[in-house]
């Protein structure tokens, strides 16, 4: 079980590999085509690792910003380890540009598409509040068909594997267990602050938000189901982070069961190779984090 004091690592899956966040530094490991594994280590900007981190609500907004930063960096990392026996590599623009399209598809699909699908049944419901619950189920509905779908989809299948080898890592770290694969494979591929979970807790609180806001005039309609997305982005993070911290609490592990049980359709039991992976992007990140606080403790 974690605790509030100790420290938290967390990370995601990327092509081939794994990374992880620790506390000043994310690490990223790739499996090379050759078989051997790349790293790489990129310091945290001191506005995601200060005081943004630690305000209820604000950390939320910094947490979700730090993790398409980070993220769009490890993915590149990834993508480039894997093109190396082509002599090829994606520059940041190109990524940035793919990341741009990413988002807005998914702020089309999640949030805009079921206002205009709720929108013909507004006359029938009779009520905006009605109309907003429909929104509501119409956006979880399109949510889980879209996860059921990319699942089925080779490679993101073996990226699901990575993430499965992450959850372990981070299960066997947050347990002091000995970072080894023998150790790391006794552990779930399901963890309470996965961003599986944090996504499906956005689709909820959003019902909730969304519920008693009016739906007239359409610009209106349109324009609060952006410009909420921050708002819904911060509680649904202190909803996660909650969670996590509180595992071992029953009514948090009732509440907490959903996310879980949706992680059945984003990670699979991953092979001994990914492991290794996962793990080898766990020591990075604690020694590199290690070797940092050592040097801020000479400087002082």
Not at 6 to 32: D, F, K, L, N
Not at 110 to 133: C, H, I, T
Not at 227 to 237: D, M
Request: include cysteine; glycine fraction near 8%.
């Amino acid at each position: 079980m974690t605790s509030q004091s100790s420290p938290t690592y967390g990370g995601q899956a990327v092509i081939e590999g794994v990374m992880i966040r620790g506390q000043h530094c994310a690490s990223v490991a790739v499996r090379r085509p050759d078989g051997t594994i790349a790293l790489r280590s990129d310091l945290i900007s001191p506005f995601f690792a200060g005081r943004a981190r630690k305000l209820p609500l604000v950390r939320g907004v910094a947490t979700l910003v730090e993790t398409l930063t980070i993220g769009m960096r490890a993915l590149m990392f990834s993508a480039n380890v894997g093109l190396e026996e082509e002599g090829e590599e994606i520059d940041k623009g190109t990524m940035a540009a793919v990341l741009a399209v990413a988002l807005l598809f998914a702020v089309v699909l999640f949030f805009l598409v079921p206002v205009l699908a709720s929108r013909p049944l507004e006359g029938l419901m009779g009520s905006d509040v009605v109309s907003n619950l429909t929104e509501g189920l119409i956006r979880l509905a399109i949510f889980l068909a879209y996860v059921v779908l990319i699942g089925r989809i080779g490679q993101i299948e073996r990226v699901f594997m990575y993430h499965g080898a992450e959850h372990m890592t981070v299960h066997a770290q947050e347990h002091h267990d000995a970072l080894e694969v023998g150790s790391v494979r006794s552990y779930p591929t399901a963890h309470p602050r996965c961003g599986t979970a944090f996504l499906l807790v956005v689709m909820i609180v959003s019902i909730f938000v969304f519920t008693f806001v009016g739906r007239e005039p359409f610009w209106w309609l349109i324009t609060s189901r952006i410009v909420f997305i921050p708002l819904i982005a911060a509680i649904s993070y202190e909803a996660v982070r909650y969670s996590g911290f509180h595992s071992g609490n029953p009514f948090v592990r009732l509440i907490a069961a959903p996310s879980l049980a949706l992680q059945a359709l984003t990670t699979r039991q991953p092979e001994d190779d990914q492991i290794e992976v996962a793990i080898a992007a766990m020591k990075e990140a604690i020694t590199t984090d290690e070797g940092l606080i050592d040097e801020h403790e000479d400087r002082a």
